[in-house]
């Protein structure tokens, strides 16, 4: 009699199972039951049981547990002891833990066993029921066999918590072969016959078939070498991999699977380590198919290692996921290694998607991110998904920068901090090789975002599909953003070098805003420099600039009766300035003296009857190139000149031209 909590030990299997774990364990019992009476032969037969309502989409009632039976030693005295045993060591030489039978408890209500055995003197039943509360084995009756041959039939019903995830007799089989697989390839035992069938239909699926040379499912890869050594501190663990493809699987996605004791426990995508492995694969019909084929990867890898280190429940392993430093390998140091070997058995195609996946690479760069180019040739890539969007690209690249300017910085330190004058010497090329590139990169993208900005700009001056041109607001906003300023603007969010490269360095500016508060004049933008240039004798002059922006093809403001004249708007706003008027939204005090030079512009389209008033009505001289217009206004200290949207966009592009040539841009 046992005297267990058979409750709380089946509450504590947390590690790993799933509701295939109990199916798998019943069928492994069942071969070993078989392997102990016979070397060879045998036959596994397991029936699917079914819930009464039948969905109305598939025609199939959901399953509801299992019997599994088998030909083998069945439950004799020793057997049945072992089994009336937490822990029993009665089957670890074959990997046993004496606990599997727990897990069934965690899936299904019922786990009730009727065997046939041999006493040494005549065949015998025992009929018996796994318990719930403290006694492993409840109901037990022995009495005389109504056959004539030993066997064991295990009956698991009423599964609780959760459905059965497949339903189909050929799903539900295809994965029980893939966790049995070690079974069906052991070189050293022959697997028993394994049938799966349905419990109403009757309809079976062979297990072995999926692997015999006539419909086989599975085949086995020809690999140089599978054999692993990783390095732990007492000696170095051995681990061996096989490599198998799966035609029409269920998974599109490649795995690794760590076994032990013949058992897969853990799996994890190929593609975790190796991103081209996000696809199936594709093989054309060949040696007599008469159809094409997609297929996955799975490679099993073995090891005593595994076989120490797996878990009671067999869900997981005792060793870390991640740098084990206490058993010394840890599962992704193992399955790093077999991903390896799985690339490699299907080299030409994870060859073909690498190549794939750097070109895409490369048309970002040519096309969008020019200032990456020498950043990419020395990056790695194999991390990215088999397909990276242009964002992933980004993002890997972002991070490889950020990276290496920390190693650069952390690198300077450390030569600054050190009296090593040869050290200096040696280091000081190499790390100002370093920083060069990396500002080298911040140019090439500064300069390909001025290439952005002037399409952008050069189509808000385009007309719209109803002929209507862009408003003064959006032009506007595309120079520097309204009801805004330089205080509130980081130094990078304005395209002021569109009007005039001078203008990125400037002091102060102001856009489209009241300087002096509500009720005050507000020009389009204004710029107050700071204290940099100096003339004659080394008079500090200090320029202010005012420009006013006026729509394409807008040309109203040149009428007689208007009031938005943007000439006399320049002057009087000079005047104001210069009469001491006006403070920054900060208090800041605009600074003037009689020598303060003032610029202004207007950008408007030149029409000819803007031309005219211009000419007849402002006095104004015309440039050379006929795209604008000037005049000094010596009393004020004012130049103004009056520039076609035609003439900044092409003057812009000028300027910056012979660096777009230079990326290609």
Same mark, same amino acid.
């Given at each position: ?19 295939? +774990? ?49 030909d ?18 009665l ?23 009727? =065997? ?15 318990? +719930?509360?403290?006694?492993i084995?409840?109901?037990?009756e ?5 056959q004539a %041959? ?16 497949e ?15 070690? *079974?069906?390839? &052991? ?13 109403? +239909?009757?309809t ?38 096989r490599?198998?493809?799966?035609? /029409?699987?269920?998974?599109?996605? /490649?795995?690794?699977?760590l ?30 198919? @008469? %159809?094409d ?15 120490? &280190? ?12 991640? &740098? ?20 490699? $058995?299907?080299?030409?195609?994870? +060859? ?26 020395e ?38 901090? $050190? ?14 090789? =370093? ?10 993208? *500064? ?26 607001g ?9 009801? %805004? ?45 700071? %204290? ?9 002059s ?27 708007q320049?002057?009087? *706003? ?7 008027k ?12 009689? &020598?303060?030079?003032?610029?202004? *512009? ?14 007849? @009505? ?48």
């Amino acid at each position: 009699m046992s005297n267990i909590n058979i409750r709380r030990a089946v509450e504590n299997i947390r590690f790993g199972t799933t509701v295939y +774990t109990p199916v798998v364990e019943l069928i492994v019992n069942a071969i070993q039951a078989i392997r102990a009476v016979s070397k060879t032969g045998g036959l596994v037969d397991v029936t699917v049981l079914r819930g009464s309502e039948v969905d109305l989409l598939d025609r199939l009632s959901p399953i509801e547990g299992f019997i599994v039976k088998d030909d083998g030693i069945g439950f004799n005295l020793e057997n049945r002891d072992s089994f009336d045993t937490l822990y029993t060591e009665l089957k670890a030489p074959d990997g046993g833990k004496g606990f599997g039978r727990f897990t069934c408890l965690k899936y299904f209500d019922h786990f009730a066993v009727k =065997s046939v055995f041999n006493d040494g003197l005549c065949l015998k039943q025992r009929t018996f029921a796994l318990g +719930t509360g403290k006694d492993i084995i409840t109901g037990e009756e022995v009495s005389d066999a109504d056959q004539a %041959r030993t066997g064991s039939e295990v009956t698991i019903s009423g599964i609780k918590g959760v459905k059965f995830p497949e339903k189909g007799i050929d799903v539900v089989s295809r994965i029980l072969v893939e966790k049995l697989l070690p *079974y069906f390839i &052991n070189p050293n035992s022959e697997c028993p016959r394994i049938i799966i069938r349905d419990g109403i +239909t009757g309809t079976p699926s062979v297990l072995n078939d999926y692997l015999s040379k006539e419909e086989r499912q599975i085949t086995e890869l020809s690999i140089d070498s599978g054999d692993i050594v990783l390095p732990r501190q007492e000696m170095p663990e051995n681990f061996s991999v096989r490599v198998f493809k799966f035609y /029409s699987p269920k998974s599109n996605k /490649s795995k690794i699977s760590l076994v032990a004791h013949q058992r897969e426990v853990t799996d994890v995508t190929i593609q975790t380590y190796v991103p081209e492995f996000a696809d199936e694969f594709y093989e054309p019909a060949h040696n007599g198919d @008469t %159809r094409d084929r997609n297929f996955i990867l799975k490679a099993y890898v073995f090891g005593s290692y595994l076989d120490d &280190n797996v878990s009671v429940e067999r869900g997981g392993f005792v060793f870390q996921k991640d &740098n084990d430093v206490l058993l010394g390998i840890s599962q992704t140091q193992i399955e790093e290694a077999a991903a390896v070997i799985a690339s490699k $058995s299907v080299g030409q195609e994870i +060859t073909a998607r690498q190549t794939h996946k750097q070109e895409r690479i490369h048309e970002y760069i040519e096309r969008e991110a020019p200032w990456h180019r020498n950043l990419s040739r020395e990056a790695d890539f194999s991390s990215l998904p088999m397909r990276p969007s242009p964002q992933e690209i980004e993002m890997h690249l972002q991070k490889e920068k950020i990276q290496r300017e920390i190693k650069t910085r952390a690198a300077v330190a450390q030569v600054l901090a $050190s009296n090593n004058r040869a050290e200096l010497a040696d280091r000081v090329v190499e790390l100002v090789g =370093s920083i060069s590139q990396a500002s080298q990169n911040d140019l090439i993208h *500064y300069v390909s975002m001025r290439k952005c900005v002037l399409d952008l700009f050069e189509k808000a001056l385009e007309v719209d599909e109803n002929g209507v041109y862009s408003s003064e607001g959006e032009v506007h906003d595309i120079i520097m953003p309204r009801k %805004r300023d330089s205080i509130e603007l980081n130094y990078d969010q304005h395209n002021l070098w569109i009007l005039d490269e001078r203008l990125n360095f400037a002091d102060y500016v102001t856009s489209d805003k009241n300087i002096d508060g509500a009720g005050s004049d507000r020009t389009d933008i204004t710029i107050f420099n700071r %204290r940099i240039a100096f003339r004659g004798d080394n008079e500090p002059s200090n320029p202010i600039t005012i420009f006013e922006f006026k729509r394409p093809q807008r040309h109203d403001f040149a009428n007689q009766s208007s009031d938005e004249d943007p000439v006399d708007q320049i002057i009087r *706003y000079v005047n104001e300035i210069r009469d001491g008027k006006y403070r920054t939204p900060k208090g800041r005090d605009i600074l003037v003296t009689e &020598n303060t030079p003032f610029y202004g *512009y207007v950008v408007c389209d030149l029409p000819k009857k803007i031309k005219d008033w211009l000419e007849r @009505t402002k006095n104004f001289t015309p440039m050379p190139d006929g795209l604008g217009y000037f005049q000094w206004f010596g009393n004020i200290k004012l130049y103004i000149e009056v520039l076609g949207w035609e003439k900044v966009l092409r003057d812009a592009g000028m300027r910056n031209k012979v660096f777009f040539k230079q990326l290609g841009i």
